[in-house]
């Protein structure tokens, strides 16, 4: 198996779990966020709401993860991690980031998925430079590939044209070359039913 790269709307995917780019509050916010509420309807606010709180507004610290139920969505669970926001790259930016990759596996892996797909983590208002963050999403997601069983499909799903390429170029720079119909034929099969992806 590859690290699959899809350009879309990761809310659509029929995985058994999504990454949420999350706040440390967990009540939602902009971008995949708000996307991924939106999508999966109030009984997710509700479930992060229901989640305590570990200090004062933080549910989820930053590099960690919690799960939910996905709802309407045509997930199985969501994993919301909280990524760093970046300053100057000396606040352990990179660490955190890391964790928020290989933590999310780490659950999945608990949690019996077999697919999970990610968004840009950080690289919205956080601010993550985008090739940095690139970067660190393939190099986290082909280490646990290469060490474990499951998750056996990490999809790194790109908003936009820029995300796509640079993730792209950060597979193929950790030794993973990856074409564009191969990642076309892999989004076609995401939106299949799970059981025909057993």
């Excluded at 950080?122 to 393939?138: I, K, T």
Aim: hydrophobic content about 45%; overall charge negative; glycine content about 8%.
């Amino acid at each position: 198996m590859k690290i699959e790269v899809w350009q879309g709307d990761i809310t659509t995917l029929a995985v058994d779990a999504i990454v949420n780019a999350a706040n440390e509050s967990l009540l939602g916010g902009g971008g995949v966020d708000g996307a991924i509420h939106l999508a999966a309807g109030p009984g997710l606010l509700e479930d992060c709401e229901r989640l305590p709180q570990v200090r004062p507004g933080v549910r989820c610290p930053t590099g960690e993860v919690v799960t939910t139920d996905a709802h309407a969505l045509p997930a199985r669970f969501v994993l919301h991690t909280v990524g760093p926001v970046w300053h100057d790259g000396q606040r352990d930016e990179r660490a955190l980031l890391a964790n928020c990759y290989w933590k999310s596996l780490q659950l999945a892996e608990k949690l019996g998925a077999r697919s999970i797909a990610f968004p840009a983590i950080s690289c919205g208002v956080y601010g993550y430079p985008l090739y940095r963050a690139a970067e660190v999403a393939a190099t986290e997601t082909l280490a646990w590939q290469r060490s474990h069983r499951e998750p056996r499909r990490i999809i790194l799903v790109a908003y936009n044209t820029a995300t796509f390429k640079a993730y792209q170029q950060a597979l193929a720079a950790a030794g993973q070359p990856l074409g564009d119909a191969e990642s076309s034929s892999w989004a076609e099969r995401m939106h299949a039913p799970l059981a025909a992806m057993a």
